[in-house]
């Protein structure tokens, strides 16, 4: 009993970190994401992308993941000319849903339908072909 009792203790912190990283997609370069494991809030998620531009941002959520499957806002942050005034999370441009498959790929199901021109009222078909939703599936690269 106290050798499965050892073992619980030993796997518990694995699998409650377990998700927390960063994660990639090879299919789409430029795209990645953070997670990181926080003890007494959950996690918390950042996503690095490009705009159609091609100029770099960061996305992150506006509130943390206690629990997989995680549905979060995604926000654009704001700040003063470097770094000064006050940080702000932005608007709410969209919306994520995280998950894990049982290969341990984590799974971006996103609609960025406010975050770029292209996307504000473009119709259905259109929202799909300018890559405003859709779903991606990232690799871990790193603890």
Not at 12 to 29: E, L, R
Not at 33 to 51: E, K, M, P, S
Not at 75 to 82: C, I, L, Q, Y
Request: proline share 4%; charged share 20%.
């Amino acid at each position: 009993m106290k050798k499965l009792l050892l073992v619980a203790l030993l796997i518990v912190p694995v699998m409650a970190f377990g998700q927390s990283g960063m994660w990639y997609d090879a299919d789409n370069p430029g795209h990645g994401v953070q997670i990181n494991r926080d003890t007494g809030y959950g996690h918390a998620f950042t996503w690095y992308l490009y705009r159609k531009d091609g100029s770099s941002a960061f996305l992150t959520a506006g509130q943390t993941c206690e629990s997989f499957p995680c549905a979060i806002s995604l926000h654009e942050p704001e700040a003063g000319f470097m770094g000064s005034g006050e940080f702000d999370l932005g608007p709410e441009i969209g919306l994520a849903e995280l998950s894990f498959t049982e290969e341990g790929k984590l799974l971006v199901d996103y609609e960025l339908v406010a975050w770029v021109e292209e996307c504000r009222g473009a119709t259905p078909g259109g929202i799909i072909f300018q890559r405003c939703i859709g779903e991606i599936e990232m690799t871990k690269l790193a603890e």
